[in-house]
T-cell receptor, first 109, second 115 residues
Framework: QKEVEQDPGPLSVPEGAIVSLNCTYS??????FMWYRQYSRKGPELLMY????GNKEDGRFTAQVDKSSKYISLFIRDSQPSDSATYLC?????????FGSGTRLLVRP | NAGVTQTPKFQVLKTGQSMTLQCAQD?????MYWYRQDPGMGLRLIYY???????DKGEVPNGYNVSRLNKREFSLRLESAAPSQTSVYFC??????????????FGPGTRLTVT
């Protein structure tokens, strides 16, 4: 079993929809939870990160962590075609990151 | 600032050939990383360098060697390429270790095919 699981998608939504992207994990020692966005044929870039449980909001993006369920989510409000990308969750492990395999998102105009 | 640069962008090798992937960053970061990305597997850490002069193995180090040439440059060498090493390779850097390692800046990647 992988330490971090993520549905590969693709997830296809119409422009303006609310998008929910999720990861589950098995290691209860994880404390920091990151979301990276990767456009096609580019390197990933950090979107946001949260520490421990709770919510964090940044513009149209909200990251949510539920440590009791070992479940994290990224919500995108008012999704735009420019949000079409692969979203990777990542978690801390001894000063290194463990990445999920990524969920491909397509926002249709 | 160029950020993180990688060369080459594409490479085709025959089984058994060797090559070095080059990576440089101009952000004065202390830590650098090499990952490979395969379909359905996500990013997997090959080697990392917490600071100049140190290197450590990641999750999938077999078949690779690294050199932290100076603070800016971190190279990845395949001594005898195998088809299983066909992948997209990303170099990344961060300010340091600990919490500073969670914000990593990635290069554009090198697409390697081994036939």
């Amino acid at each position: 079993q992988k330490e971090v699981e993520q549905d590969p998608g693709p997830l296809s939504v119409p422009e303006g929809a609310i998008v929910s992207l999720n990861c589950t994990y098995s290691n209860s020692a994880f404390q920091y939870f990151m979301w990276y966005r990767q456009y096609s044929r580019k390197g990933p870039e950090l979107l946001m990160y949260t520490y421990s449980s709770g919510n964090k909001e940044d513009g149209r993006f909200t990251a949510q962590v539920d440590k009791s369920s070992k479940y994290i989510s990224l919500f995108i409000r008012d999704s735009q075609p420019s949000d079409s990308a692969t979203y990777l969750c990542a978690m801390d492990s001894s000063y290194k990151l463990i990445f999920g395999s990524g969920t491909r998102l397509l926002v249709r105009p | 600032n160029a950020g993180v640069t990688q060369t080459p962008k594409f490479q085709v090798l025959k089984t058994g050939q060797s090559m070095t992937l080059q990576c440089a960053q101009d952000m004065n970061h202390n830590s650098m990383y090499w990952y490979r990305q395969d379909p359905g597997m996500g990013l997997r850490l090959i080697y990392y360098s917490a600071s100049e002069g140190t290197t450590d193995k990641g999750e999938v180090p077999n078949g690779y060697n690294v050199s932290r040439l100076n603070k800016r440059e971190f190279s990845l060498r395949l001594e005898s390429a195998a088809p299983s090493q066909t992948s997209v390779y990303f170099c990344a850097s961060s300010k340091g270790v600990g919490q500073d390692s969670y914000e990593q800046y990635f290069g554009p990647g090198t697409r390697l095919t081994v036939t």
